[in-house]
């Protein structure tokens, strides 16, 4: 197996939005401008739309951004000077979900994601994870940032790069996985983006903060939410868009909870992920199934299963397929308890996994 980890590791140092949002910018800047070039090409392909009105469409979610986290759109403001890009670039791509799948609604593999109680692992922590799986360009433009920003809590993700927010844990002990969602509501309306929540979330300081951040938003698309702490709350949030009416709650009664990319519980409103991604439901049993098969999880238990190639090409372990381009881009695994992550570049089978430990690692075990 191939043991290097490819991503860049960014550290950003940075209180003002603007100015970190440059450091940004300036470090990652071929990174930004390719997943432009990358983004240019998706959204056509996926909702017909050239730049220009991919551009036209992103900054009318400037107000509901403002409104809900100004510091964000001060961050793209930054990080658009730094890569030298117009605002309306980097809005676009932290909309990607809103108008690919708002106006098309046609998506050909998405994520598997997993969460564990104390009591299931073999170390007592608490831990989630998930595959990651996107088009297969967007892997080079990947990059693990790890960004202290007072008065918030630091934070360490890996996202693409230009997006404010993605899968992650931060200082206060709070995880994130996350999935695609796409309902019968979803029409590219205005609202506050996915990947704008998802950064939200990053950000809080305790456990009902990050839930806050999902049901007060008005949000303007589906996705799924799965927040986790490291005293032992995990709490999975799926949501179409709107506000509180389409939030559905779902615990871990059993300690082991598993999620893919269709809604567990019934609906107002029709899930259209069923139909575009039937595979949806098997993952998400699969990845319980094989996690439940041990007394006590390690994380060793975690990498095999999200290796997985059960009902192959269509499993939770994704390779790159010749037509769509979709692969299992990261494999992630977040242990909130010890406050690490350990990460294998996609797919998972072909690579080994990698821990990484953030400095505010060593802040808090210093204390």
Known sequence: ????????????????????GKFIGERVSDKINGNVEIYKKIFKEYANAD????????????????????EMIEELKGMAKGSDLDLADL???????EIMFGFSQGVSAECTACALSKNNTTNQHVII?????????????????EIEQPPYPSIMMIAEAGHLGKIGFNSAGIGLCANL??????????????HAILRKILNSRTFNE??????????????????????????????????????YYLGSDEGIFGHANNFLVETDFEDKTLGILPDSPARA?????????????????????????DNFPNSICRHSEPINQIQTLASIIMDLTEKSMTIAPGPPCENSFTKVYPDFYKKINAV
């Open 1 to 20: 197996m191939k043991k290097e980890l490819p991503f860049l590791h960014l550290k950003v140092q940075e209180s003002d939005p603007f100015q970190r």
């Open 51 to 70: 730049w220009d009105t991919v551009q036209t469409k992103a900054l009318r979610f400037v107000e509901p951004i403002q409104e809900y986290a100004p």
């Open 129 to 145: 994870g998930q595959n990651w799986d996107w088009k297969t360009d967007v892997q080079k433009n990947t990059i693990i940032t």
């Open 285 to 309: 049993k699969n990845i319980k199934h094989e996690l439940s098969k041990f007394a006590e999880v390690s994380v060793e238990h975690i990498q095999d299963t999200l290796r997985n190639h």
């Open 210 to 247: 990050a839930v806050r951040a999902v049901t007060l938003a008005n949000r303007a698309s589906s996705g799924n939410y799965l927040i986790a702490n490291d005293k032992g709350t995990i709490l999975n949030l799926e949501t179409g868009p709107g506000g509180k009416e389409n939030v």
């Open 181 to 194: 969602l796409v309902s019968s509501l979803d029409k590219g309306e205005v609202g506050v983006p996915f």
């Open 91 to 97: 809005i676009a791509l932290n909309v990607r979900t």
